[in-house]
């Protein structure tokens, strides 16, 4: 999926555009009890309810593609015959109006998840999209339905414990504390099945979500669609930085990080300001490039590319984002930390003066310590 298509399932999930017409879910505590099951008519529910529920389903297609959402891959023999895929399609094909198939997904999913201490609430919602057709224009004509794009979409939200507040009591004309009780927050997990590539159904996909970027519940991942678990954001990135320390060796300079940094940053302002709906993607051959352009060794570029072969696979496409943290430079020492502008990253440099490793930053005309503005003692040294 990409970001267009993305975007045109979200307009989706306001009360005038939405075909779903229930609810369907169940409350679970924190010892994999469940306290109880929810089937509810939107129509029915007051406007602002039936908004929140539409509002939770939809956070759990929000984020970054590859990045919060990453596409689950089943294989043939999975589509063909398999117990995950066929419950999955059962779901869709009945639209969940199947109790028997909704309690064994329920029991799939209380099974495996771990959210530790917390109780939360699975929700699971089925829609049928008049998908427009879109003319070469690009312009969709509403009235010339392409297909129907039929999709159920599951998310999990923790429950919490309401703080407690001051609220008004008009009998008594005073306030009081007050605890608003049980609050179902903005969901941690969940997934879109089946995805919605090319504007229409791709059942050897599924589109799954993450709010953590960096931590992904692999044991939902095996249970419900029984495939191997992409690698998260935090994951990506620490397998990159190994592939450079363990590739280049003492050839991993400082000026070969800061080239790094700088070219992969460009390139995601660049995908930014292009607009394109297509996620970024980059090869270790492209990175490679940059490395030879540094004056790094073909032995130790080959090094880190057989190393990112091995972490990501051949010839896989990575994206930048995960890669770096694009809003940030920092160089840490044991005795200091220094954070950089990152478009700035280039003043700093590496000397050897009298034997010590020195890094030298250009001071300019204002300096402040704490907050504070002070002047810099010292002469010029030839």
Known sequence: MNQKELGELRRRFRPEKSAISRIYGCYVNSNKEVISYLDE?????????????????????SGTLGRNLMDIVFSTEQVMDSDEHR?????????????????????????????????????????????????????????????????????????????????????????????????????????????FDDRTANIYNALFYSRNAGEIHHEFIDAIFHTEAPMSA??????????????????????????????????????????????????????????????????RVESFQAQCGQSFGESAALNPANLIDSKKFEIRTSQVLISVDPAYSYVVESRVIDGKRYLLIPAGEEVEVNGLAVGLTGEDTP
Request: net charge negative; proline share 4%; aromatic share 8%.
């Open 41 to 61: 008519s939107l129509g029915r529910m007051p406007q602002e309810e039936s908004e929140k529920y539409l509002g939770l389903l939809k956070k759990s297609l």
């Open 87 to 195: 419950l999955l399609s059962a779901l869709r094909e009945s639209g969940l109006k199947d109790g028997d198939v909704r309690e064994e997904f329920y029991r799939k999913v209380i099974d495996a998840l771990d959210m530790g201490e917390s109780n939360y609430l699975i929700l699971l919602a089925h829609d049928a999209y008049d998908v427009p057709y879109r003319g070469k224009d690009g312009a969709d004509q509403a009235d010339a339905a392409d297909a129907v794009f039929q999709y159920i979409l599951c998310c999990v939200c923790p429950v919490k414990d309401g703080k407690p507040e001051l609220g008004y009591f008009p009998g008594e004309n005073e306030f009081h504390s007050c605890t608003a009780g049980q609050v179902v927050s903005a969901p941690e997990l969940g997934f879109l099945f089946p995805a």
């Open 234 to 299: 935090a994951e990506q990135k620490e397998a990159f930085e190994s592939a450079l320390c363990g590739g280049l060796e003492d050839a991993c300079s400082l000026e070969v990080v800061q080239a790094v940094h700088e070219q992969l940053t460009e390139r995601i302002d660049e995908h930014k300001e292009s607009g394109s709906a297509e996620p970024l993607a980059l090869t270790a051959r492209d990175v490679g490039g940059i490395l030879r352009r540094c004056g790094v060794e073909e032995e």
